[in-house]
């Protein structure tokens, strides 16, 4: 039987650790990176949606919990599309640690949409 409060609280401590990365870090050192402020502000204000949505997805939801997380992978996706799309967008400032950050990020977060697909598809197929 598949955990989804562990699933849930994986996606929120990703969420967070994002949050925290481009508030704190990317943006504070942002001639490092080579990503506008702004931009970096957007995107860990949609980090930190994410992080309340799933921490409280693992706190209260109790049942019917595929349908949450089906949300959750369409707001994962919907956030790795428009980090694709800023990362274009500002691709001529963006210095190599700005690309490595991002393509590590892209691939995080890639992987952990794929684990939450699969673990949506295990459990349909349990019942």
Same mark, same amino acid.
């Given at each position: 039987? &598949?955990?989804?409060? $562990?699933?849930?609280?994986? *996606?929120?401590? =990703? /969420? &967070? !650790? %994002? %949050?925290?990365? !481009?508030?704190?870090?990317?943006?504070?050192?942002?001639?490092?990176?080579?990503?506008?402020? *702004?931009?970096?502000? !957007?995107? /860990?204000?949609? /980090?930190? =949606?994410?992080?309340?949505?799933?921490?409280?997805?693992? $706190?209260f939801?109790?049942s019917?919990?595929?349908?949450? &997380? $089906?949300?959750?992978?369409?707001?994962?996706?919907?956030?790795?599309?428009?980090?694709? =799309?800023?990362?274009?967008? @500002?691709?001529?400032?963006?210095?190599?640690?700005?690309?490595?950050?991002?393509?590590?990020?892209?691939?995080?977060i890639?992987? &952990?949409? %794929?684990?939450?697909?699969?673990?949506?598809?295990?459990?349909?197929?349990? @019942?």
């Amino acid at each position: 039987m &598949l955990n989804p409060k $562990r699933i849930f609280l994986i *996606d929120a401590f =990703g /969420a &967070l !650790l %994002t %949050t925290i990365l !481009l508030f704190s870090v990317l943006a504070q050192l942002e001639q490092y990176f080579g990503m506008p402020k *702004d931009v970096l502000y !957007l995107l /860990a204000g949609i /980090a930190f =949606g994410l992080f309340i949505y799933s921490l409280s997805c693992n $706190r209260f939801v109790k049942s019917n919990w595929k349908h949450f &997380l $089906r949300i959750l992978i369409i707001f994962n996706s919907i956030y790795l599309l428009l980090s694709i =799309g800023l990362i274009i967008k @500002h691709s001529e400032s963006l210095t190599v640690l700005g690309w490595i950050y991002f393509i590590l990020e892209f691939i995080v977060i890639g992987v &952990l949409i %794929t684990y939450e697909l699969n673990s949506l598809k295990k459990e349909n197929s349990i @019942h």
